[in-house]
Structures are given as C-alpha cells and as structure tokens.
C-alpha cells in the first residue's frame, strides 16, 4: 500500500521564531566586537557633542601639549585643541567619505557590470580592456592622479576614491551577471518571451546585487583608510579641520615630544578599518554559507 503522507524535506520553507534567531548565540567574539566597534564609531559620527562636548576648534596655548589625563584623556595638540573632542569629530568626516566613496563605487560598478554582462560581444570586450587597464594602477596611486586633476578638498577626496574603486565592482557585478545569465529560470524566461529588459531587471539584478553588498562592507574599510592616506599626504580636508588623516600629518613632528597627537587618530583609524574588514568578512563567509 503506498503511503500518501507528504514527505518532509529539506528545502520547506523556513519559518520566522525563536529557533531563527538561534544562529546568533554563535556569532564570534571577535565580530561581536567589531560589531560593538561599529556601533559606537556611528554613534561619534551622528552624535559627537553627546560624546565629546568639547569645542574641537578651540584654541588654548596655555593648555598645549598636555599629557592624557581626567581633564584631557587624550591629551592637547601644539595648539592646545582637545585630541579627544578632535578625534570623536573626526569620524563624522572619515565614515562619510568612506560610505559616500563606496555608495558611489557599487551604484557605477554595478550599472557597468549590467551593461557589459548584459550586453556581451563588442560591448563587453571595451568595457573590459578599460577596466583592465584601470585595475593595472594601484587605487591609492589612482585617487591621488584624480585629486591632481580635480582639486583637494573632502568632496574631491570622496570622487577620487570612488572613481578608483568602480574597476574592481565592475569586474564582480560583470562575473556575477555572466554566471547567472546561464542559470535555468533565466533562459526559460527569455524563451518564454520575456523581454530581455524585463529578465534583467526581475532576475539577474536581485541575484547580482545581493552578493555586492555583502562585498561593499571590505570597501568601506578600505576607502576609509584610502582617505586618511590622502589626507596625510596634504590632498584632503585642509586645516583645521578634525580629519584622522590630516591630525596623523599635524602629530607626525611630535611623535618623540608628543606622542599622543598622532596616536589617537592612528588607534581610531585601525578599529575603524579592521572592525569594517571583519564584518565584512563575516557577512561573506554567511553568504557563502561558511560561518
């Protein structure tokens, strides 16, 4: 006699309750670190007078190059501006940059990658000689030739490392295209007689873009550590402007007196960096079904 009872399988849907959100008692410490990190950067750069009351502007020679301590926990600059207060509104101008940067990498990146995967032959051919000689210069060397054109300045900053950074989403939204133009739904639309305009839009975008953001939290750190480079090298925000970059160059001729100007920023920027990395990491290794 054959048994009609549906068989339970595998692939059901999975249903929203307490056991969804039981994968989250193993989330690393390591990323529930830099997720805490995160966090409280975000927080520095929305709220910074709730942090650090301070005026970061405010001048006082008689206070100037204080040691860390009650009054001062990160010390005074030559100038006697709270390195504390600076710091804290620092990142309001490092986390703008570096998400306005990427923002604009992925939203370029990925209407390059449609058209030249989308597209195919002729099309697909320039798209990638252009990118591939784009991708033969370092980013940092590319950001620095885009602010030589264009100008300093925080908004020719974020331009600059943006435009170095679309090649490299071009190249993953353009592989990730051609892998799912091959997938059986796609070509039974397409023979179905959907238009190809229509396919693109419904199916090979939601399966390409997904896997991109998860990629732009690695961007993110990295175009905050591109901004901070330029800066340092004098083609980013000008005085005094509380930039991690730009207090890294002031602190650099102190370092032996004065250690602490430049430190700060510096320990600010690496979290910054690492913690971003990190999630990023995490979040790909999710998708890939590794963690």
Same mark, same amino acid.
């Given at each position: 006699m054959t048994d =009609?009872?549906?068989?339970?399988? $595998?692939?059901?849907?999975?249903r929203w309750g307490p056991r969804a959100f039981s994968g989250l008692r193993r989330v690393p410490f390591g990323v529930a670190l830099a997720?805490? *990190?995160?966090?409280f950067l975000v927080l520095c750069a929305l709220f910074p007078e =709730?942090?650090?009351?301070? $005026?970061p502007y405010q001048l006082s020679l008689l206070h100037s190059l204080r040691a860390p301590s009650l009054a /001062?926990? /990160?010390?005074? $600059?030559?100038?006697?501006? $709270?390195? /504390? !207060?600076?710091? *804290?509104?620092?990142? +309001?101008? +490092?986390?703008?940059i570096g998400l306005g940067a990427t923002l604009i990498a992925v939203t370029v990146g990925l209407l390059v990658g449609l058209i030249a995967g989308s597209a195919g032959g002729a099309v697909?051919?320039?798209?990638?000689?252009? @990118?591939d000689v784009l991708l033969a210069f370092p980013a940092l060397f590319m950001s620095m030739a885009v602010v030589a054109l264009i100008g300093k300045g925080s908004l020719n900053v974020l331009l600059a490392i943006a435009i170095a950074e679309i090649p490299r989403y071009a190249r993953i939204v353009r592989s990730q295209v051609l892998v799912v133009r091959q997938s059986g739904y796609v070509e039974a639309a397409l023979i179905l007689g959907q238009r190809r305009w229509v396919t693109l839009l419904r199916h090979v975008l939601p399966n390409t873009i997904g896997p991109l953001i998860v990629l732009s939290t690695l961007g993110i750190? +990295?175009? @905050?550590?591109? !901004?901070?480079?330029?800066?340092?090298?004098g083609l980013g925000p000008k005085p005094p402007t509380p930039e991690w970059g730009l207090m890294l160059a002031e602190g650099q001729g102190y370092l032996r007196k004065a250690w602490w100007i430049g430190v700060f920023p510096g320990i600010f920027a690496t979290l910054t960096v690492v913690s971003t990395t990190v999630l990023g990491r995490y979040l790909k290794a999710l998708s890939d079904g590794r963690a």
């Open positions: =009609l009872a549906p068989e339970v399988t $595998d692939s059901a849907p999975r997720t805490l *990190v995160v966090i =709730l942090i650090a009351p301070k $005026d /001062f926990p /990160f010390g005074t $600059d030559q100038l006697g501006r $709270d390195i /504390f !207060s600076r710091v *804290v509104h620092g990142a +309001s101008y +490092s986390l703008s697909d051919l320039a798209f990638m000689r252009i @990118i750190g +990295s175009a @905050i550590l591109s !901004s901070a480079a330029l800066s340092y090298l």
